[in-house]
């Protein structure tokens, strides 16, 4: 396959799991050039052992779990949607608030966890694709996945339903 025909591919696709990653689209659209740089320079390299789709996301996770490293800072940019034609504003500003919220919670995910859950949620790839991405066994995935919906869940119910503050002595 060919560099123009691989970019033309899965550039959509490396560019919304890159934004969920870094958090940000200035930054995004800078990794995924890099990304795509990388791709272009390593393509001799693929030997075929796993399908392009996976090697050109294990670069870009890679890759985006780098930028983070570098950066030491958290995403900060909410997931954002479109707003449908036949939305009211009104459930469009709950939907968006929903995911504003989804996006708050991520954040707070340690990388490793946050990962799986981008390529399984958002970018709809098996646990076999996503072992084979991480370089790591389906089983793994498979805990990640669960403990990050787990510690997910946590977190939406507690800004749902936050700790009464306890009063001070005066």
Do not use: C
């Not at 795509?36 to 030997?47: E, N, P, V």
């Not at 985006?64 to 997931?79: H, Y």
């Not at 919220?101 to 399984?120: I, N, W």
């Not at 076999?128 to 498979?142: C, G, H, S, V, W």
């Amino acid at each position: 396959m060919e560099f123009e025909a691989i970019a033309r591919q899965y550039s959509g696709m490396l560019y919304r799991h890159i934004h969920r990653m870094v958090g940000n689209r200035e930054d995004a659209q800078d990794v995924l050039q890099e990304v795509l740089l990388l791709i272009f320079r390593k393509l001799h390299t693929f030997r075929g052992d796993a399908s392009m789709k996976t090697w050109v996301f294990r670069i870009a996770s890679n890759r985006s779990i780098d930028f983070i490293r570098q950066s030491r800072r958290q995403p900060t940019e909410e997931l954002t949607e479109t707003i449908s034609s036949k939305e009211s504003p009104l459930a469009f500003a709950q939907r968006q608030a929903e995911i504003d919220a989804l996006g708050h919670a991520l954040e707070q995910l340690p990388t490793e966890q946050r990962q799986v859950v981008v390529l399984k949620e958002i970018n709809g790839l098996t646990f076999r694709e996503i072992a084979e991405i991480l370089q790591i066994p389906e089983n793994t995935a498979k805990t990640r996945m669960y403990t990050s919906l787990k510690k997910l869940r946590g977190i939406l119910a507690e800004k749902q339903n936050p700790a009464p503050k306890q009063e001070e002595n005066r």
